[in-house]
């Protein structure tokens, strides 16, 4: 999907291309190896989705007298994907992660030394980004903020790993750190710069956040439904106790099995990872989560429907239900 | 001398109370664990010398009609207190540091994976504290570069390690992203926003980058003159490459035994790296350091005469001599 998603979209293929040679611009560090894995990081395989939710969200209002120029589009588009591969960087360090869109992974190539310091010179460069192009607006708050709950949401993932007694709402917020606030944030800041009404920007952040979530539900799925996925990333989700939603709509159920390996925490083989997996699919985990993705896609799909009329909105529609695999 | 710095400065140890109030307040986190690492961290041993610096800075213009009120005073300072901290908790995990201000270091307590986010943390918690404080200021831009400077400067480090052919300009480099850029922010917004000219506010940026520099060098001199210090971090400064101001002085020097040992790089043994720290000291690396420290101090000393006559003047001169161990 990767490599085609934008084959359909002709001109915001062209909008994302100049994003990519705009991060590959700003990215540019004086230290050849970091240079190196930071342009082959930005170049391979990423979907680029959140500068493109924000791309397509600014053309809601076709000729907009109050859009900014092309240029501080292209950079704050640029600046979402500066936030998001500094958080993947520092995720990458924690969970050790040997690869990454493919490629070996900043930290498995440099070390954890070059990791850390690569994740916070992209968070200078995206403060870099936002000082220079949104100050003046009630965005640049907002950006910062996304950043300290992404955080946030990252840091509460952790304090319940191994926790089989956490809610759903506890992993809501842990989605919403995440991915969702970032997809929403993309949609809002793309909405106000394209020059849309505040009614609209408030709807496009509601749009945002209900995509970001069905996106993370689906990528929890994913590690249930595709053999070639069970790989180390997600056999390490399970050894270091962080409970995707299909496992997690299951912990209630009355499986003494299920609660046996999992209390085996860390010490979890690869065949008891696999057998907790066929439980969670058997005790309707998946199709639990199924559902729970086409409620939040729903929601998104409603609100996207109330969108003034326009050739982008109809876009965003087409893309929320290929990226979120509506059939209908 | 962390405990007894403030003692002579009655009215400057009262603003650095509400300092340590105020960070205590600022890096409250919904996460136990890191919360009472962090509060630790905060009041266990730090000299808080950059809060320090730029609240001296803020009285050189006695009642300055253009200084902002106490409270932004107290958060700028804290700022910089945050920022530090964040680049120390982020070292920590790159030297794998058992030990910080005394106290178990955030990394070595709860492991890398908190640690990264902790730092990532503090980051956001300094950027709303300057977002709040001097966002319509120049010194918006200023931090936002300071930060980003720090981190060219760890990045630069990390390119020289094991360089035998590295100069004195290199070392510089680090020193400024080390130390030199905070103690120059510090300066120059004291002096700023406790209203001075621009002229004083030039004299604070140059007076602060060469305390820093200073204050840089004696600190890489007591690896050599402390057998106190000559613990993990110095053993491992050596055993990774980063070699500090006394022993790159006299990397010239014609001695094969030093260039031998050099060449082990990692693999130097405890006595060999207490041979090199006695090699460093036979052929003259610390005194040429403490004479290039001498240097620094003395510029610094004739601009902070050249400042506008102050109690705060006096007080910074004399601070300036104690910290930077200047007998005369």
Redesign the interface.
């Known amino acids: 999907m990767a490599f085609n998603l934008w084959l359909q979209y002709p001109e915001l293929a062209k909008d994302i291309e100049k994003v990519k040679h705009n991060l590959q611009d700003k990215i540019s ?3 050849p190896d ?1 240079q190196t894995a930071l342009s082959k990081m930005a170049s391979n395989g990423g979907k680029f989705l959140r500068p493109a939710f924000f791309l397509l969200f600014t053309k809601l209002t076709a000729d907009s007298q109050n859009r900014v120029d092309d240029k501080k589009l292209i950079d704050i588009a640029t600046s979402l994907e500066v936030l998001h591969m500094s958080t993947l960087i ?1 995720d990458d ?2 969970d050790d992660s040997p690869k990454r869109r493919g490629e070996v992974s900043v930290q498995s190539q440099f070390g ?3 990791a ?2 690569a ?3 992209l ?3 995206f ?2 980004l936002i ?1 220079d192009n949104v ?1 003046d607006t009630p965005f ?2 907002i950006n ?1 903020r996304t ?2 709950k992404i ?2 949401g ?3 993932q ?2 319940h790993r191994y926790n089989t007694q956490q809610t759903f709402l506890n992993y809501l917020r842990n989605v919403n750190g995440k991915t969702a606030y970032l997809f929403r944030l993309a949609s809002a800041e793309g909405a106000y710069f394209g020059g849309a009404s505040s009614q609209t920007v408030s709807l496009a952040t509601r749009i945002g956040q209900n995509i970001g979530i069905s996106f993370q539900i689906l990528d929890d799925i994913l590690d249930y439904s595709d053999a070639s996925r069970l790989n180390k990333p997600t056999l390490e989700d399970l050894a270091t106790g962080v409970y995707s939603l299909p496992l997690l709509l299951v912990l209630n159920e009355d499986s003494d099995e299920l609660h046996t390996l999992l209390a085996k925490k860390q010490d979890l083989t690869l065949p008891e990872i696999q057998r907790i997996q066929a439980l969670v699919v058997e005790l309707g985990g998946v199709e639990k989560a199924k559902d729970l993705a086409a409620k939040f896609t729903n929601k998104a799909l409603i609100d996207i429907d109330k969108l003034p009329d326009s050739t982008a909105k109809k876009k965003l529609a087409k893309l929320t239900k290929v990226l979120l695999k509506r059939t209908n």
Do not use: A, R, W
């Open positions: 560090v004086d230290y970091l520092h360090i924690i954890k030394d070059i850390v310091y994740g916070d010179y968070f200078t460069v403060f870099d000082t100050l640049f708050k910062s950043m300290k955080l946030l990252e840091l509460n952790m304090k």
